[in-house]
């Protein structure tokens, strides 16, 4: 996988007002995340800390969707 795939699923995560569709761009973004992660170097590639934030900011959308499931976003 491209490294910048991962990228482009979180940026249309992120960017989803559709709380249906927004589950399945972030369990996306998620799996292209994982994949990315196993392929940098632990303890070298700056890439681990922007990954750390769009994970953070997945993880947060997760909530909000738990927290106010039948809200749109905005």
């Known amino acids: 996988m491209k490294p910048s795939i991962w990228h482009s699923l979180y ?3 992120i960017s989803e007002s559709n709380p249906v569709k927004l589950r399945m761009r972030i369990i996306e973004a998620e799996s292209a995340i ?4 196993q392929s940098l170097d632990p303890d070298q590639d700056p890439e681990r800390e922007v990954i750390t934030n769009a994970l953070s900011s997945l993880h947060a959308l997760q909530r909000n969707l738990l927290r106010y499931p039948s809200r749109q976003l905005v």
Do not use: K, L, W
């Open 34 to 37: 994982a994949q990315r992660i």
């Open 11 to 13: 940026t249309a995560a």
